[in-house]
C-alpha cells in the first residue's frame, strides 16, 4: 500500500484541536469554484444534487466528495479537495446528500449517517455516466461512515478502485456521548440548531407545495423545541424518519465500525487522537482491518481539520495527502 511521505505537523499557533475544528468553517477564504450542478433522482422519487468540476474527458479518474453532517458541496474542506484534485488533471463530483444542496428534500426521509443506498444509486450513475473513468470516493466525518458502511455492505462489488474517509465516528453511540462532554457541548448546540432548522425548513417547504403525505408524517413527529442532544434528536427525528425502530437501532446498524471486516476496497482512513468528535476507543483495532485498508491515525488534526503551515500561510494536508494516495492507488493498484 502506499505510504506518508510527509507526515502531518500542526500549523503553528494551531495544534489546539478546536482551533484545527474551527479554522476551515470560520476562517478559510476560498475563491468560487466553476462547477456544473446536476440533479439525481433517486428511485424513490426524492433528488440529490451533484457538483461537478474538472476535465470532462471520458478517461479522466473521477472522485466521488461526500460531505459531512449539516455540510454541502460549499463546505470547504469539499471545494479545497475537488480544487486540489483539478490541479492533477482529476475530476470530482460533489455531492449534496438529501436536502443540503439549499432546496429541501421532496420526501419525509432525511440525510443520515447509514444512507448507504443513496450512495450506491449514485456510484450506480457515475460508472453508467463515465464507464471508462477509473472511480474514487472521499468521504468527511458523516460521509465518511457513509463510506465505510457502504464499502463493508459491497464486499468485491464497491465499483470503486480505491477509497479515503476523513474523521469518522465509527460508532455513532459513542459519538452521541462524545458530543455531550466539555466543550464539543458547544459543537452539539451548533448541531442541534442546524439539523432542526433543517426539518423546519422542510416542513414549511412541503406544506407550501401540496406535499400533504410527507407534511403528515413531519408534523407526526411533535414538538421539536427542546431537543438538545445527538440521542434526543435521533430518537425523536433521524430513527422515525428513516425505518428504524428507534435510536439503539439507528446507530447500531449505521455505525460504520460494524462492517470494516468485510471491506475489500483499497481504503486509506485518516483520524486524529484529539477528534473532539470522537473517543479514542471508538477507534477501530488496526490489527482486525483487512490487508487493503490503511489507518492513518495523528496525534493532532481536531475534526476534518488537519491545518498545517502557519497562520499566515495556511496549508490543508488533507487536500495534499488525498490526492497524493490516490494517484499512487491510480498508478500503482494494490494487489
Known amino acids: 500500500?502506499?505510504?506518508?511521505?510527509?507526515?502531518?505537523?500542526?500549523?503553528?499557533?494551531?495544534?489546539?484541536?478546536?482551533?484545527?475544528?474551527l479554522w476551515g468553517p470560520l476562517w478559510r477564504k476560498l475563491a468560487p469554484?466553476?462547477?456544473?450542478?446536476?440533479?439525481?433522482?433517486?428511485?424513490?422519487?426524492?433528488?440529490?444534487?451533484?457538483?461537478?468540476?474538472?476535465?470532462?474527458?471520458?478517461?479522466?479518474?473521477?472522485?466521488?466528495?461526500?460531505?459531512?453532517?449539516?455540510?454541502?458541496?460549499?463546505?470547504?474542506?469539499?471545494?479545497?479537495?475537488?480544487?486540489?484534485?483539478?490541479?492533477?488533471?482529476?475530476?470530482?463530483?460533489?455531492?449534496?446528500?438529501?436536502?443540503?444542496?439549499?432546496?429541501?428534500n421532496l420526501l419525509s426521509r432525511s440525510y443520515h449517517s447509514g444512507a448507504s443506498e443513496d450512495l450506491a444509486e449514485i456510484i450506480a450513475l457515475l460508472r453508467a455516466k463515465r464507464p471508462l473513468a477509473p472511480l474514487y470516493a472521499v468521504g468527511y466525518s458523516l460521509g465518511g461512515n457513509v463510506l465505510l458502511k457502504y464499502l463493508g455492505e459491497s464486499g468485491t462489488a464497491s465499483q470503486l478502485q480505491a477509497a479515503v474517509a476523513v474523521s469518522v465516528p465509527f460508532r455513532l453511540d459513542q459519538c452521541a456521548d462524545r458530543m455531550g462532554q466539555g466543550f464539543s457541548k458547544v459543537y452539539q448546540a451548533h448541531f442541534m440548531r442546524e439539523m432542526l432548522a433543517y426539518v423546519q425548513n422542510k416542513q414549511r417547504h412541503l406544506r407550501a407545495s401540496g406535499h400533504h403525505e410527507a407534511v403528515q408524517t413531519l408534523d407526526g413527529l411533535g414538538s421539536l423545541r427542546n431537543l438538545k442532544t445527538f440521542w434526543e434528536f435521533d430518537g425523536k427525528v433521524t430513527a422515525p424518519l428513516n425505518g428504524f425502530r428507534?435510536?439503539?437501532?439507528?446507530?447500531?446498524?449505521?455505525?460504520?465500525?460494524?462492517?470494516?471486516?468485510e471491506n475489500r476496497t483499497p481504503t486509506l482512513i485518516i483520524q486524529s487522537s484529539d477528534d473532539p468528535f470522537v473517543f479514542t476507543h471508538s477507534l477501530p483495532d488496526v490489527q482486525t482491518l483487512p490487508p487493503l485498508t490503511q489507518f492513518e491515525l495523528h496525534r493532532r488534526g481536531g475534526h476534518v481539520g488537519f491545518v498545517e503551515g502557519s497562520v499566515r500561510k495556511p496549508g490543508y494536508y488533507l487536500e495534499r495527502r488525498i490526492p497524493q494516495w490516490l494517484l499512487e492507488t491510480f498508478e500503482h493498484p494494490p494487489r
Open 1 to 21: 500500500m502506499p505510504t506518508c511521505t510527509a507526515p502531518f505537523r500542526p500549523a503553528t499557533g494551531l495544534t489546539n484541536p478546536h482551533l484545527q475544528t
Open 246 to 261: 428507534d435510536v439503539h437501532d439507528y446507530y447500531r446498524r449505521a455505525s460504520s465500525g460494524f462492517y470494516l471486516a
Open 33 to 104: 469554484l466553476p462547477r456544473e450542478r446536476e440533479r439525481l433522482w433517486l428511485a424513490d422519487g426524492d433528488f440529490i444534487d451533484l457538483d461537478w468540476h474538472g476535465p470532462h474527458q471520458a478517461e479522466a479518474p473521477l472522485v466521488l466528495v461526500l460531505h459531512g453532517l449539516t455540510g454541502s458541496s460549499d463546505s470547504p474542506y469539499v471545494k479545497g479537495l475537488q480544487l486540489a484534485l483539478s490541479g492533477q488533471g482529476w475530476a470530482s463530483v460533489a455531492v449534496n446528500w438529501r436536502g443540503c444542496s439549499g432546496e429541501p
